[in-house]
């Protein structure tokens, strides 16, 4: 892979010179069929689109506009699945800019986009917090013709979330209620997060939160049909990386997400960031009624809670009770080198 990366970054360097070259009918004035074919790394669709699928799968996505680049220049026709996987390869990395580039030159070669691709963009509108744009997409897909899913919906509150936009947020669980559909985990996930991130803090945020708690525990199926989230599946798109969920980088993890606390994954991690101890707890002890027990990503948030409010002393009991049963993954193992600095420092 070494050599392929190399080849995109001094090829996309020479895209432009390489368009002038290949619009003379050749790729240069002293290029050979032979040394062509040694420095090309891809021949035809399926070959570029394997190349699209390594890229994302490296994390290089700053990477896949140059290979897309090449593609056109070799003549290449991209097909709807080249798009799909760029755009799911943007939607990984955050390139919202790019995404709508992927979109653009979809449309200019006859092929609409269709809810699966919606989806993958307005969930890059979440990674990048822009709002705006995920309302926009939504009115050019009601625009289009094209029919929300319920996995379109959610992905539409857990992005407006990402601002702490209230009012976008309902107004997205009222069209849900009006087309028939109940709220799950992620949609209430989303609502904590929405909370979490509204500016400024009021007094009335941590009840809210423990509030789409407690609702959480009667949530229905959206609907779903069975292909709904195939696609997802294929391109190794998880709901939780789908929906912005702060599991979203642990869930392929053996044994460090229950997939079944869900809301508890958020409302522990709002609590980290928010620095609410005291709902920390409340929270915990509903984790302990509810007959769980805690996971290391809501060991994590508790770690990270405590540690940010101050308290040690917590900090510490929680992380040796946990490791007291279960090997710790390697965060956590940071974490306690972390408390063993501070406990030092503070008995210095």
């Not at 798009?83 to 609409?112: C, P, W």
């Not at 969930?123 to 899913?149: F, P, Q, R, W, Y």
Request: charge should be neutral; charged fraction near 25%.
């Amino acid at each position: 892979m070494g050599l392929l990366n190399n080849s995109l970054l001094l090829r996309g360097r020479l895209r432009h010179a390489a368009a002038t070259a290949a619009a003379a009918g050749r790729r240069g004035v002293a290029t050979s069929t032979e040394e062509y074919m040694r420095r090309n790394y891809a021949n035809n669709v399926s070959e570029y689109n394997t190349v699209f699928g390594s890229l994302t799968a490296q994390r290089r996505h700053y990477l896949l506009r140059y290979a897309y680049d090449d593609m056109i220049l070799d003549g290449v026709q991209p097909v709807r699945d080249t798009f799909h996987n760029l755009i799911v390869g943007t939607m990984k990395g955050s390139r919202l800019q790019d995404a709508f580039y992927f979109r653009d030159q979809m449309r200019e070669m006859g092929l609409q986009p269709d809810v699966n691709l919606y989806n993958f963009m307005i969930s890059t509108c979440g990674k990048c917090k822009n709002s705006d744009a995920a309302i926009m997409l939504l009115e050019e897909m009601k625009a289009h013709g094209v029919k929300l899913k319920g996995e379109t919906y959610i992905c539409l509150l857990n992005a407006l979330a990402a601002t702490g936009r209230t009012d976008q947020v309902y107004a997205i669980v009222r069209d849900m209620t009006a087309a028939g559909l109940g709220l799950n985990k992620f949609c209430y996930a989303g609502l904590i997060t929405t909370f979490k991130n509204k500016t400024p803090t009021t007094e009335e945020t941590m009840p809210k939160i423990l509030e789409f708690v407690q609702q959480s525990k009667g949530w229905k199926n959206v609907e779903r049909v069975s292909n709904d989230s195939a696609e997802n599946i294929m391109m190794n798109v998880t709901e939780e990386e789908l929906y912005n969920l702060p599991t979203a980088e642990y869930v392929h993890r053996r044994g460090f997400v229950s997939k079944q606390m869900t809301i508890y994954h958020v409302a522990t991690h709002a609590c980290a960031d928010l620095k609410s101890k005291e709902t920390l707890e409340v929270l915990l002890d509903m984790v302990t009624k509810d007959g769980f027990t805690y996971d290391a990503f809501i060991v994590m948030q508790a770690l990270r809670c405590y540690l940010r409010c101050g308290d040690i002393d917590s900090a510490v009991k929680t992380f040796e009770e946990y490791t007291s049963s279960k090997f710790p993954p390697g965060e956590l193992c940071v974490v306690s080198k972390t408390l063993e600095t501070m406990d030092f420092s503070l008995r210095k």
